[in-house]
């Protein structure tokens, strides 16, 4: 079973797309990405720890209806 370990911005977008996600958009503060009709925000930092990462892929795991495991994740 392998771990969550930071991941760079640029990564977690090129993740999201593999999901089925499109963008990212510009905002008023954030950018985001669209799936169907949902929205989520993108932070503007260049590296998410693992709770901000954790805590952003429960939102995509609410939007695309399923869970991703870490190592899903990391196949990806």
């Not at 370990?5 to 999901?19: G, M």
């Not at 932070?43 to 695309?64: A, D, F």
């Amino acid at each position: 079973m392998s771990r969550w370990a930071p991941c760079k911005r640029h990564d977690f977008i090129s993740h999201l797309r593999k999901l089925g996600f499109k963008g990212p958009f510009h905002g008023t503060r954030h950018q985001f990405m669209v799936y169907g009709e949902q929205r989520l925000s993108i932070p503007s930092n260049t590296e998410y720890s693992v709770p901000q990462l954790r805590m952003m892929l429960e939102e995509v795991e609410k939007i695309i209806d399923r869970e991703i495991s870490s190592e899903e994740w990391g196949q990806l």
